[in-house]
């Protein structure tokens, strides 16, 4: 069974600072996976696919990079605003499938 | 991009009634849809995936009689929480498709806060 895990859970960063989400999946044999972002009491909003063929992806401030290999995916924000806090979940599609499998979210807060 | 509406945003009901959640692609026809449970600080959960015109397919663990859903047509869905008891109290989302493969992108509903006294 494919289990995705988010490290950390919560992070609190000063406003401008760069700051690494991380996502790891158990199950290499994945098809793709995705950024989303989910403010309180929300949907998601997708931010970021990469591809299983993929390394990265990049949009604006914002980029994902995957290691299929070792199960791992990053995403990285540039210069953090406080309009980015909210919670960052991971999700992967199993190769075959076209379920998302939903990783465990980052809770960020920007601070002024 | 698509919008998908999901209504209502917040419901609270009593023990045993039955509450019905609509799920509705605006500008798109959403072939494939799917139900979501979120509880407090963890993740989104899936409960089960609707095609158009077909009984929906249910996740191991989720019981189909408890959560109906209905793909009527490709702009709605519906997921009926029958007989909900405090333990049913959730955040619910929806998301919908245009096709049914993995490339095609998804877009959510905004979520339904059920709180059940």
């Known amino acids: 069974k494919q289990e995705v895990t988010q490290i950390p859970a919560a992070l609190s960063v000063p406003e401008g600072e760069n700051l690494v989400l991380n996502c790891s999946f158990t199950?290499?044999?994945?098809?793709?996976l995705q950024w989303f972002r989910q403010d309180p009491g929300k949907g998601l909003t997708s931010l970021l696919l990469?591809?299983?063929?993929?390394r990265e992806q990049t949009s604006g401030r914002l980029n994902a990079s995957l290691d299929k290999s070792s199960g791992r995916s990053t995403l990285y924000i540039a210069a953090s605003q406080p309009g980015d806090s909210a919670t960052y979940l991971c999700a992967v599609v199993l190769g075959g499938g076209n379920k998302l499998t939903f990783g465990t979210g980052t809770q960020l807060k920007v601070e002024l | 991009g698509a919008v998908v509406s999901q209504h209502p945003s917040r419901v609270i009901c009593k023990s045993g009634t039955s509450v019905k959640i609509e799920c509705r692609s605006l500008?798109?026809?959403?072939?494939?849809m799917f139900w979501y449970r979120q509880f407090p600080k963890q993740s989104l959960m899936l409960m089960a995936t609707s095609n158009e015109g077909s009984k929906a397919t249910y996740e191991q663990g989720v019981e189909k009689d408890k959560f109906l859903i209905n793909h009527a047509s490709l702009t709605l869905s519906t997921l009926t929480v029958t007989s909900a008891h405090p333990e049913d109290s959730s955040f619910y989302i929806c998301s919908a498709q245009r096709g049914g493969g993995p490339d095609e992108k998804l877009f959510f509903g905004s979520g339904t806060q059920l709180s059940v006294l």
């Open positions: 199950d290499s044999a994945i098809y793709n």
């Open positions: 990469i591809q299983s063929s993929q």
């Open positions: 500008d798109f026809q959403a072939t494939t």
